[in-house]
Structures are given as structure tokens and as C-alpha cells.
């Protein structure tokens, strides 16, 4: 993608923050700046911030934050190129194309994986695909399906790919990183041998891996999937989410099923807002996809033990995460994809317009194998159902539950509640004890406080050049040194700027944005900036003296030994 940066920063500075936020929250003034509600995370009261004078905005209670780009990218949940074009409009002014954002480091890898893409499509309108046709008919994948789905054939010749992208001078390094060759000794095989192809896109939309699936009778295994590479990373995924993403905002609810071929299905009926795991586990990362989304989710896992625990399992991580979500299970066949197959699309239709609340589910799950006739059994499951309370913030969730469990088996509520504190209070206590072996984590907290400190003022920037100047963290280290040459290059530095500026220029702005999302810091005063050096400075010298003490314990010259005890003596002071 090639833009025009002078381009950009224009754009930048026409957009008021307070006028384009307002255009998606109400905001109220506040002295100098604007509250609202936060549209990033459960917020009832209004805990973000938007200074007028900064150009940023800051929420204090779950850490979002940035400029005007940063803010409709999240909202919006689209890249950075796309809130530029939003705006761009917005604020009327003409977003061109002419000079190119540093190009990614690995675009080689995108370039290869497009290529084999069309290489495989090639394979399944030739003369070789006549089985893979037949099979694929037989499955009720038709052209429609094939098309928009971009499915391809590996061919039976084990070096079909192989050589047509050596010939093309991609490197070997690249084509294993890849999976897409098997390399054994002199000889060099195609991953993917005899096999109809899903292609696996990222978030946005470029082709990042591939899913094989066997069509003729083999004792091979069934599907044969791409490992995680430089540009693949399965729990950073969600399959169809590029093509689902518009319709997920029109319908206000994501559906998320099992399998590849759940998702097609469903989109090719019609239903279009679904997007599948990469796996029966939902990731951190999956969940933060989901809930820029601000959707409600429908599960409609597989209909066998797997899919009945994973749903659970999964159910949670959106109930602890604040995201709402209903639950579909289906019968008689293993999948969404089969039932559809077997009993039509609107009988799925009905399905979907009826489905349980987790919660419900939740507590049907936890009656498995009780005889709620039993008084013991009934206290086992009220205890389950406590336990499982325990690490849920959501105070509604806790009520609704501890109400639904009173009246069921006539218990006092005041009883229940009781018990829940009992058991969070436990808790607490070992995650205390956990915490207070986490050093490290006020140590990495302190290094990027000081960042933080550095991107909104240039003397912070001289402080740190004076008292540290160095951070052992290449990352870190690195951070620093891209907003030591940013200031001395424009002569200051805003936070509001810098971040445009990286997200044009640098690969570090995942990064830089973790950092700005991770600092709660109201006052940028010197006196903040200076107890964070100060921490620092004292995990520096904690680190010597551990490094000096193994010294001395390996030193045999008696004059190195003094002169150790001595550095030693000079350091324990300091601490």
C-alpha cells in the first residue's frame, strides 16, 4: 500500500479528537478535557478521558488509549490505512496514494504464499482435478463455494510447487518456513502432495497458510495444515473473519463454529456473519478480536463430548471477558456443516433465532453426572457453581447466578453470597502470594512507564539520557532509540504525533501501542518520572550485586576477592 505521509499528517491535524469521538460516544466537558464512556470494555461510569489540547485520549480504567487514528481503528476495528480513509472523509479531505509506507519485512513471505494460492486454483480447472471435482461435488461444494472460498488442488507430483517457486528465486530458508517444501538431504518435496486446499487468510485478508484435505481413499491423515510460521499464528486468527467482518457489525452478533467447513457453509447460505476456530480453544488474542467487535456471540460448537466441553470452556473465557454470549447445540449429525446437508439451512435458521443464554447452559453443564435428588450431590454442584463464580467480575453474571441457585433448591441467597465471598477471599489470598514472586513485572512496568514518559515530553527524553541511557532489553531498547531520533529529528515530540508517525514508519507500533495501553499515569510530573528511575536504578543494582555475589563465590585470588567485597559493600549502600 503506497500513501503520501505529508498526506496523513494533514489529515491528522484537520480532525479534532473531541469532534470525531464524539461522532461515535457522547462526551461531557470537564475543565480542560472531555469524558465518556469507554466503548472498550464494560465501562458504566465515564472513565475516558480526550484532551482538545493533546489530541489523544486515555481511559483509566482499562488502559485504551492514543490519537484519532488509534481510537477509529478500534472502534471501527479496521487497520490503520482504513481509519485514515474514514477520517479522511469525515473531515473532507482527499486521502492519496504516491509514497510507500516502509515496506513489511515480510512481504517475501506474503508474495509466496499468494502465488502458491493461485498456483493451486490453476491445479483445479486443469485436466489433472477430475477425482478432486467429483469429491468435491459429492460434498456439496460447488463452483460458488469454490470461488469465493479461493479452494485449490495440490497435484500428485511431489515437486509441482516446489520447482515453479525456486524458478521464481524465493528462497529454500523462506519455503520451509512456510510448509510448503519438505527438504531431505539434496532432495526438496512439495508439503502439500494430492490434496484439495482451504487457504487461510489474516485478519486482513492476505493468504498466511493452507489446510490440505485427502479426496481419494489414503492411510494418510485427513487434513494436513501449515505449522505456525512468521506470518501464521493460529491463536491470532479467526477463519473468514475478513469476508464475516462487515456482516458481524450489520447483524450486531458473530457466530463461531468448529471447522472450516462449518463457516463455509453457513456464509454460502446466506448466513454470513460466522467466522471458525483455528482449534477448540479460543486464544487471548481471539477474544480481543471479538470484542473490538462490541457483538454478541453465538457458539455452535460440534455436537459430540469435544464440542459440548469447549463450548464450556470457551463460554467462560467470553463471560469473564464481559462479551455476552448464547449457545446453540445442534443434533443429529457430528457438525454444523452436515446438518445443513441433511436437513436444510432454515431448519439451522430456527435454530439460531432460539438460542440458550450461557448461563443457562453453564448450569446445565455443571449438573453432568449429579443426582440432584441427592443432597450431596446438590451441594457439590452449589460448590461448583460458587467456584466458578469466583474469578467472574461481572457483578450482574453473580447476582442472576446466585438468584437462579436460590431458587431452584430453596437456599437463602444471603447464604450463597456468603460462601462466594469466602471463596473469593481464598483466592485472593494465593493470588497474593503468587504476586509477591513477580518482581520482574514491577521491574519491565517501571521501564515502560519511562517510555511512556519519553513519547509526551522531550525533557523526559534529556532525563533519561542524563540518568540511564540504556535499557538490556533490545525491544525496550530499541523503543527508546526510535523516540530519541524521532525528537531530535522534528525538534520535539506529542504523543499524538509520534504514534502517526510509527505507524507509518516502524514495525514497532504493536508494541509502542502496548506500552501506551498498559500506563495508567495521570500526572506526568517529574516527580513521577523520577520515582520510576528510581526503581529502575534500584533493579539495576540488585542485578549487579547478584552478578558480583556469583562472582565471589567462583573467585579464588584473595586481592579480586577484596576488591569484589568491596564494589559489593559500595552497592548494598546504594540499595
Given at each position: 500500500?503506497?500513501?503520501?505521509?505529508q498526506n496523513i499528517?494533514?489529515?491528522?491535524?484537520?480532525a479534532?479528537?473531541?469532534?470525531?469521538i464524539?461522532?461515535?460516544?457522547?462526551?461531557t466537558s470537564?475543565?480542560k478535557?472531555y469524558f465518556?464512556?469507554?466503548?472498550?470494555h464494560?465501562d458504566?461510569?465515564p472513565?475516558?478521558s480526550?484532551s482538545?489540547?493533546?489530541?489523544?485520549?486515555?481511559?483509566f480504567?482499562?488502559?485504551?488509549g492514543?490519537n484519532?487514528?488509534?481510537?477509529?481503528?478500534?472502534?471501527?476495528?479496521?487497520?490503520?490505512?482504513?481509519?485514515?480513509?474514514i477520517?479522511?472523509?469525515?473531515?473532507?479531505i482527499?486521502?492519496?496514494?504516491n509514497?510507500?509506507?516502509?515496506?513489511?519485512?515480510?512481504?517475501?513471505?506474503y508474495?509466496?504464499?499468494?502465488?502458491?494460492k493461485?498456483?493451486?486454483q490453476?491445479n483445479?480447472n486443469?485436466?489433472?482435478?477430475?477425482?478432486?471435482?467429483?469429491?468435491?461435488?459429492?460434498r456439496?461444494i460447488?463452483?460458488?463455494i469454490?470461488k469465493d472460498?479461493?479452494l485449490g488442488?495440490?497435484?500428485?507430483?511431489?515437486?509441482a510447487?516446489?520447482?515453479?517457486?525456486?524458478?521464481?528465486k524465493?528462497t529454500?530458508?523462506?519455503?520451509n518456513?512456510?510448509?510448503?517444501i519438505?527438504?531431505?538431504g539434496?532432495?526438496?518435496?512439495?508439503?502439500?502432495?494430492n490434496?484439495?486446499?482451504?487457504?487461510?487468510?489474516?485478519?486482513?485478508g492476505?493468504v498466511?497458510g493452507?489446510?490440505g484435505?485427502?479426496?481419494?481413499d489414503?492411510?494418510?491423515a485427513?487434513?494436513?495444515n501449515s505449522?505456525e510460521?512468521?506470518?501464521?499464528?493460529?491463536g491470532?486468527?479467526?477463519?473468514?473473519?475478513h469476508?464475516?467482518?462487515?456482516?458481524?457489525?450489520?447483524?450486531?452478533s458473530?457466530?463461531?463454529?468448529?471447522?472450516n467447513?462449518?463457516?463455509i457453509r453457513?456464509?454460502?447460505n446466506g448466513i454470513k456473519?460466522?467466522?471458525a476456530?483455528?482449534?477448540?480453544?479460543l486464544?487471548?488474542?481471539?477474544?480481543?478480536i471479538?470484542?473490538?467487535?462490541?457483538?454478541?456471540?453465538?457458539?455452535m460448537?460440534?455436537n459430540d463430548?469435544?464440542g459440548?466441553?469447549?463450548?464450556?470452556?470457551?463460554?467462560?473465557a467470553?463471560?469473564?471477558?464481559?462479551?455476552?454470549?448464547?449457545?446453540v447445540r445442534?443434533?443429529?449429525?457430528?457438525?454444523?456443516?452436515?446438518?445443513?446437508?441433511k436437513?436444510?439451512?432454515?431448519?439451522?435458521?430456527n435454530?439460531l433465532t432460539?438460542?440458550i443464554?450461557?448461563l443457562?447452559?453453564?448450569?446445565n453443564y455443571?449438573?453432568?453426572?449429579?443426582?440432584?435428588?441427592?443432597l450431596e450431590?446438590i451441594?457439590s454442584?452449589?460448590?461448583?457453581?460458587?467456584a466458578?463464580?469466583?474469578?467472574n467480575?461481572n457483578e450482574?453474571?453473580r447476582?442472576?447466578?446466585?438468584?437462579k441457585?436460590s431458587?431452584?433448591y430453596?437456599?437463602?441467597?444471603d447464604?450463597?453470597?456468603?460462601?462466594?465471598?469466602?471463596?473469593k477471599?481464598?483466592q485472593?489470598e494465593?493470588?497474593?502470594v503468587?504476586?509477591s514472586?513477580?518482581?520482574?513485572?514491577?521491574?519491565e512496568?517501571?521501564?515502560?512507564?519511562?517510555?511512556?514518559?519519553?513519547?509526551?515530553?522531550s525533557?523526559?527524553?534529556d532525563?533519561?539520557?542524563?540518568?540511564?541511557g540504556y535499557?538490556?532489553?533490545?525491544?525496550?531498547?530499541?523503543?527508546?532509540?526510535?523516540?530519541?531520533?524521532?525528537?531530535?529529528?522534528?525538534?520535539?515530540?506529542?504523543?499524538a504525533?509520534f504514534?502517526?508517525?510509527?505507524?507509518?514508519?516502524?514495525?514497532?507500533?504493536?508494541d509502542?501501542e502496548?506500552?501506551?495501553?498498559?500506563?495508567f499515569?495521570?500526572?506526568?510530573?517529574?516527580?513521577?518520572?523520577?520515582e520510576?528511575?528510581?526503581?529502575l536504578?534500584?533493579?539495576?543494582?540488585?542485578?549487579?550485586l547478584?552478578?558480583?555475589?556469583?562472582?565471589?563465590k567462583?573467585e579464588?585470588?584473595?586481592n579480586?576477592?577484596?576488591?569484589?567485597?568491596k564494589?559489593?559493600?559500595?552497592?548494598?549502600?546504594?540499595?
Open positions: 500500500m503506497a500513501v503520501n505521509e499528517s494533514d489529515i491528522q491535524h484537520a479534532d479528537i473531541v469532534e470525531i464524539s461522532s461515535y460516544i457522547p462526551l470537564h475543565g478535557n465518556g464512556v469507554c466503548p472498550f464494560d458504566h461510569s472513565s475516558m480526550v482538545k489540547e493533546k489530541q489523544i485520549y486515555k481511559c480504567s482499562c488502559g485504551a492514543g484519532v487514528f488509534n481510537f477509529v481503528e478500534n472502534y471501527e476495528n479496521v487497520n490503520f490505512i482504513e481509519a485514515v480513509k477520517i479522511a472523509d469525515k473531515v473532507g482527499n486521502f492519496t496514494t509514497t510507500k509506507i516502509k515496506k513489511n519485512k515480510n512481504e517475501n513471505l508474495q509466496i504464499m499468494d502465488l502458491a493461485k498456483f493451486y490453476n483445479l486443469s485436466s489433472e482435478a477430475k477425482n478432486a471435482k467429483t469429491y468435491l461435488k459429492s456439496s460447488d463452483e460458488n469454490i472460498f479461493e488442488l495440490a497435484l500428485k507430483d511431489k515437486q510447487l516446489s520447482d515453479l517457486l525456486i524458478k521464481k524465493f529454500i530458508k523462506d519455503l518456513e512456510l510448509s510448503l519438505n527438504v531431505s539434496e532432495n526438496i518435496y512439495d508439503c502439500f502432495v490434496r484439495i486446499i482451504f487457504p487461510i487468510h489474516d485478519l486482513e492476505r498466511v493452507f489446510s484435505r485427502i479426496y481419494e489414503s492411510d494418510q485427513k487434513y494436513f505449522r510460521s512468521k506470518i501464521f499464528k493460529k491470532n486468527i479467526l477463519f473468514n473473519y469476508r464475516a467482518r462487515d456482516s458481524i457489525k450489520l447483524e450486531k458473530v457466530i463461531l463454529v468448529e471447522g467447513m462449518d463457516a453457513l456464509y454460502e456473519n460466522v467466522v476456530l483455528m482449534g477448540t480453544a486464544t487471548k488474542e481471539q477474544i480481543d471479538i470484542k473490538k467487535l462490541r457483538v454478541s456471540v453465538i457458539l460448537l460440534d463430548t469435544a459440548y466441553t469447549a463450548t464450556y470452556n470457551n463460554g467462560l467470553f463471560e469473564k471477558a464481559g462479551i455476552n454470549c448464547n449457545v445442534i443434533s443429529d449429525t457430528k457438525d454444523v456443516d452436515e446438518y445443513i446437508i436437513n436444510g439451512v432454515e431448519a439451522l435458521k435454530n432460539n438460542p443464554s450461557f443457562d447452559f453453564k448450569l455443571l449438573k453432568q453426572n449429579k443426582n440432584l435428588n441427592n450431590d451441594i454442584y452449589v460448590k461448583e457453581v460458587l466458578n463464580l469466583k474469578d467480575d450482574l453474571v447476582e442472576i447466578t446466585l438468584k441457585i431458587k431452584e430453596d437456599i437463602d441467597i447464604i450463597l453470597k456468603n460462601s462466594l465471598n469466602i471463596t477471599n481464598s485472593k494465593v493470588t497474593n503468587k504476586k514472586d513477580k518482581v520482574l513485572e514491577c521491574y512496568k517501571a521501564v515502560q512507564d519511562i517510555l511512556y514518559f519519553m513519547m509526551n515530553d525533557k523526559y527524553i532525563l533519561y539520557l542524563e540518568d540511564i535499557f538490556k532489553e533490545k525491544k525496550y531498547r530499541d523503543i527508546a532509540n526510535l523516540i530519541i531520533y524521532y525528537n531530535e529529528s522534528f525538534g520535539s515530540i506529542n504523543l504525533n504514534l502517526t508517525y510509527v505507524k507509518i514508519n516502524n514495525e514497532l507500533a504493536d509502542i502496548s506500552i501506551i495501553n498498559n500506563s499515569i495521570k500526572d506526568l510530573t517529574l516527580d513521577n518520572f523520577k520510576y528511575l528510581a526503581t536504578k534500584k533493579w539495576n543494582r540488585k542485578e549487579q547478584q552478578k558480583l555475589n556469583e562472582k565471589l567462583n579464588n585470588d584473595i579480586e576477592k577484596m576488591a569484589i567485597i564494589e559489593i559493600t559500595k552497592l548494598k549502600r546504594e540499595v
